[in-house]
């Protein structure tokens, strides 16, 4: 046998020296849920290892996380009932505390990299990510609100916003707006794929943010397709979008590879709430070692092309393989 494959496995020392894929902190983009008030840091029954914090405590979190090497947060907000209305005018208030907060970190904390989210649905009374009207998403209604937002967050210090809405155009209207208002160096990392999709549950639960009435369909992405992404991403790409997101990551795999050979930009993905939550519900229950699997997972969404990656996982990623693998 002149080709023995095993020979190239034989050591540790051999097979790193010809792994083909490498996932380091600095690839990981860690969640965070804001709550307005002080001392507050509630677990996330659904997504356990997760919490709701407010500001003061998210300050002392992201200074351990940055201590570890990881230097990329999102951020979300969960906003009270009585702050939403059916424009989500809260959402570009001066005295929004998650605007406020966002300056708060980025003065403290100038070198980190703090992404936004943009969409109606943590601010609006109808739990829909566009403006309702006669119980329809309108769509190109929707997007002047998204460019107030955008707006509002880039003079908070946001050094990226994601717009997470799939509004058809948004893209080019918020980076209209952005240049106009001065902000040519704010980046978006477009959530360019965005599926309807069953694993979004804990994530809702965090932010108390699911539709009042209806679903998402009309504007999130059906799971049956996948050539239907080429098209979300030449219109991001076209309108300005610095970064293309797939969002789920895990069971999207083949969508990620899809982005990531045909657009030079960098290709981000999302390992949401639902894909991490089964994970860790496994491991508790003793089904599967999460010290082997959790690094397998976040690995094999590189391997499938993602520059980026979005995980709740990102802290204990960093805490254990601060180098990388």
């Known amino acids: 046998m002149f080709q023995r494959p095993r020979r190239n496995r034989r050591t540790a020392a051999i097979r790193g ?31 356990p290892g ?23 947060f999102v951020l979300f907000p969960a906003v009270s009932d009585h702050l939403k209305d059916r424009d989500a005018t809260y959402s570009y208030d001066p005295g929004n505390f998650y605007l406020k907060t966002a300056s708060a970190i980025k003065s403290r904390f100038p070198e980190c990299c703090l992404i936004s ?14 403006l309702v009207h006669n119980g329809q998403i309108v769509n190109d209604d929707t997007l ?22 799939m509004m058809d155009g948004r893209v080019g209207y918020m980076r209209q707006a952005l240049d106009d208002a001065g902000f040519s160096q704010t980046g978006i990392l477009a959530y360019t794929a965005k599926y309807a999709s069953a694993f979004y549950g804990p994530f809702r639960d965090a932010l108390e943010s699911a539709p009042k009435s209806g679903d998402k369909k009309t504007y999130q992405m059906n799971p049956a397709n996948r050539r ?18 797939v969002k789920p990551a895990l069971h999207y795999l083949d969508v990620i590879r899809l982005l990531k050979d045909n657009f030079d930009q960098p290709i981000a993905a999302y390992h949401v709430s639902g894909e991490c939550a089964m994970l860790s519900a496994a491991c508790r229950n003793g089904w599967l070692d999460f ?31 601060p180098g990388g693998i």
């Open 228 to 245: 239907e992404a080429l098209i979300e991403a030449e219109l991001d790409a076209s309108e300005g979008a610095d970064m293309l997101m």
């Open 117 to 130: 989210d943009v969409a109606m649905d943590p601010y609006s009374s109808d739990g829909h990510d566009g």
């Open 17 to 47: 020296m010809q792994a083909e894929t490498h996932l380091h902190p600095d690839h990981l983009v860690f969640p965070l849920f804001l709550v307005d008030g002080t001392g507050v840091r509630t677990e996330i029954p659904s997504l």
């Open 291 to 321: 010290e082997k699997a959790m690094p397998e997972t976040l690995l094999s969404i590189r391997r499938a092309g993602a520059d980026v990656i979005l995980t709740y996982f990102a802290k204990d990623f960093a805490q254990r393989y």
């Open 144 to 165: 002047p609100i998204l460019a107030a937002m955008s707006v509002a967050q880039a003079a908070a210090g946001f050094d990226m916003l994601g717009p997470s809405d």
């Open 50 to 72: 997760s919490f709701r914090c407010s500001a003061d405590v998210l300050l002392h979190e992201i200074d351990a996380c940055m201590k570890l090497g990881l230097n990329n």
